[in-house]
């Protein structure tokens, strides 16, 4: 069983900024954040695989960065200038195994799940 374990979330005012962590139990091929507000579908916001290769949401493009410790399982993600629209629980993903870069952005191409990091953005 993968676990993932995630930290760093909190409550900031706009334009502040928050560094959440990820980690895996095991080694993983691709993680991914993806955030969602009560009512509303999980919506992804950004991923990246083992090689390097990385794609955001254009939601947060410019504003979040990711990044890995493969070393350490560990997946990263340095959000800066937050905005109110960026309140959510923030869930970390992972899959082990290869997957097609098109279907990354996809919840389900990720099979472990954390158990959520509360982020909120007050103006």
């Known amino acids: 069983q993968v676990q993932l374990v995630e930290s760093g979330g909190g409550s900031v005012q706009t334009g502040g900024s928050l560094r959440l962590s990820c980690v895996a139990s095991?080694?993983?091929?691709?993680m991914a954040w993806f955030r969602q507000v009560p009512g509303k579908d999980r919506e992804w916001v950004a991923l990246m695989t083992k090689p390097g290769g990385v794609n955001y949401a254009d939601s947060v493009k410019g504003r979040f960065t990711a990044s890995r410790d493969n070393a350490a399982h560990a997946f990263y993600l340095q959000m800066n200038n937050l905005q109110p629209d960026d309140t959510a629980m923030y869930y970390c993903?992972?899959?082990?195994?290869?997957?097609?870069?098109?279907?990354?952005?996809?919840?389900?191409?990720?099979?472990?799940w954390g158990q959520g990091t509360q982020v909120t953005v007050s103006s």
């Open positions: 095991v080694d993983c091929y691709s």
């Open positions: 993903a992972a899959r082990q195994n290869f997957g097609a870069w098109g279907t990354l952005r996809e919840d389900n191409a990720y099979n472990y």
